[in-house]
């Protein structure tokens, strides 16, 4: 652990002033809750869930325009008096709810505006957010649209088996397959799921091909495809040619071959692409869905049974709010995509006279993200050593002390720029003074507490202005404060911890006050080299948070937006995920409008699917129950039922430890 600096909740030094910067000085009397709203781009990331009310709180309207609204800052410390400690994390499912609506009506309107043949079916993949209740609300709430699930490995297959059950609903299989997960996936056709297998690598189609003797079943087939049209987004290069997943197009034309061989190029009905996570720019992916939808009627050429078209994820989320191309924002709404799917598609099937297919998407972040909110507090500060009092010093003083006072008391907005170099000059000088003895300790403090006093000074000055020196851009960077935070990123936001993903973070209160801060954000887990890394930025500002000032005894909470704790590599490792994969993090509380009361207490050191909420014996006991369900239906044969249950108590239990009840 990092130690706290003793300086914690230290008000803020308030300088002295003189002329004409007095007024830039004072903490702005007028500053809205409007200039909030601005500064961190609320409107522009959190429309319609968050905003700001006129107590200066965060309010958060989980059904978007349709419903009421709770304020979030006095939520907070209603869940502290219950004893959950922070960081906290608050999942509002209305909003999970709300998104998934969205998605299904931009779809809906697009099917209706070009007159679409088919329907759209969206799926939500499981790696984007396997923890139990959320996977279980989706199906709830997604059952009215037939909503299904995407699984990309062996734990999701098993996850998505026991928890879907919406009839008619999709159930994407892709991933790296071995003959158990392909099994399984057929075994569930017999308990009425819609298991579609999407061959991702060309071993599989032979494995495929046996399994599908060996149970006598025949399956429902998709093959990935690699495209050439590069996604640009932050996951740009599992795209492309050179792409882990996924078939090239002669891989395509062999998998063809070998299933019309088999008999079984009935079974190929769906075609798949996957362009990258978070895609910025319209254009991209309109240029892949145009190739896909060529290949798509390409194939139905050749005779296989084209049935789905699923155009996988992508679909980005603004977490910067800027709406530009930018790779953290986008630069088009939902509509704007749905209706980019719908049209491509609808346009290549009509140039053949095809059927249009199923559309499918698998929209993972754009779902999840705005579900949760992680608040944590500041647990103090580091600030540089301006000092709490600036006396003007006397005549016994140094006189290099007495030179950089007058200096420093006469900066104004004419001369700042030339200050800041003179300043510069003079704390060279007393360095090399104390190194050769003509300067005590004492004085070198007060000369170096003047220097930061300089620096101060100008920064409120360039913060008015419109233009900033070259050689003055860095000061405010030198200048921010650290704040130390109750939040350790490793464990609450391993996105932004593994690939530098920026998230939306802002203070939940004191928004109708001029933050009067610049503050970089530390948390507190220790490096190897032992240092705090400054982490996270806000929108608005490129360096530093503008934060209030710390007051003396006062909690003071920030809240990580957009951020809902993902767990994206362990999903689709074939090992036992490592220790440090298996802490559990904050606290999680699911707060629901109609139902304010349920919340759960944070585990610690609990077993992976523990930390998903998942009981393997809970999961293997429901596929039991619907196997029996099926056998009495006569769905399924008694040798084909013991097989399923084998499958999947070895899958459960056996080969992914970390899907294992502890054993005592
Ligand atoms: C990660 C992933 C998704 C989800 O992507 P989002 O950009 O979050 O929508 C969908 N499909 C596949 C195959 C993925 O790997």
Redesign the pocket.
Known sequence: MSRIPSSLYQPQPQSPSSDDTAQLLAPSASWTIEDSEELYRIQGWGDPYFSINAAGHITVSPQGERGGSLDLYELVQALQQRNLGLPILIRFSDILQDRLERLQACFAKAIARYRYGGVYRGVF?V??NQQRHLVEDLVRFGSPHQFGL?A?SKPELLIALATLNTPGSLLIC?GYKDREYIETAMLGQRLGQVPIIVLEQQEEVDLVIQASHHLDIQPVLGVRVKLSSQGIGRWGSSAGDRAKFGLTIPEVLTVVERLRQENMLDCLQLLHF?IG??ISAISVIKDALREASRIYVELAALGANMRYLDV????GVDYDGSKTNFHASKNYSIQNYANDVVAEVKEACASRHLTPPTLIS?????IASHQSVLVFDVLGSSDVPTGATLEPPGEDDHPLVRELYETYANIGLKNYQEVYHDALQFKEEAISLFSFGYLSLTERATLERLFWACCAKICTIIRHEDYVPDDLEDLEKIMASIYYINLSVFQSAPDAWAIGQLFPIMPIHRLDEEPSCRATLADLTCDSDGKNRPIYRSPGCQISTRVASLNSGEPYYLGLFLGEPTRRLWGNLPQPVRRHQLQSTSNLTPIRLSDRTCSQRGHHDRKVLGYVQYDSEDLVENIRRRTEQALQDRQITLHESQLLLQHYEHSAWVRYTYLARPRQ
């Open positions: 993949p790696k984007c995407e990309g892709n996957h996570s978070q996988g994820g992508g679909l698998e929209s993972g972040r754009a």
